[in-house]
């Protein structure tokens, strides 16, 4: 068994930069549909820890809850951690907060651990370097 698998999104790319022993699957600009879409055939979610992070690139067009509840149910660990999405893009004119709620609900659900983000860069997504040290330490667990 994997000791520690990281997927999802750009942040999920940058989070793995930091944990180098950690297994990746990670595409830049992913949705939570799209991620399921193009990885979850063919990427068996087991691992010791597993890190998810998603729903900074979802729009009102994605059924957001639908497709992480279905990545969350075929995910076998002994802990899960979520990245909260610290924002979106403006273009999807969604608010962050009903991705956020969305996914505390489903860490809820399985006794998950949520890990927001702290530090942001100015887009107002993604982690600064701090953010992801601060990331990469709370994952360690």
């Known amino acids: 068994m994997l000791e ?9 790319a940058g989070l793995a930069e930091r944990r180098p022993e950690c297994k990746t699957y990670s595409q ?13 055939k ?3 979610l087991v691992a010791k820890r597993v890190i998810i992070s998603l729903g900074s690139h979802d729009h009102f067009y ?8 279905i990545l969350r149910k075929l995910t076998e660990a002994d802990k899960v951690y979520w990245i909260l999405p610290a924002g979106n893009e403006p273009k999807f004119q969604l608010d962050v907060s009903r991705t956020q709620n969305i996914i505390r609900r489903i860490a809820a659900d399985y ?3 949520v890990l927001p983000i702290s530090r942001v860069e100015e887009d107002g997504i993604n982690p600064n370097a701090n953010g992801y040290k601060m990331l990469a330490e709370r994952i360690k667990k």
């Open 62 to 69: 994605i059924y957001t809850e639908t497709e992480l509840r």
């Open 42 to 44: 063919k990427t068996p």
């Open 28 to 40: 830049e600009g992913l949705s939570s549909q799209k991620w399921n879409k193009e990885f979850m």
């Open 111 to 113: 006794d998950d651990v």
């Open 4 to 12: 520690c698998l990281i997927v999802g999104d750009g942040i999920a």
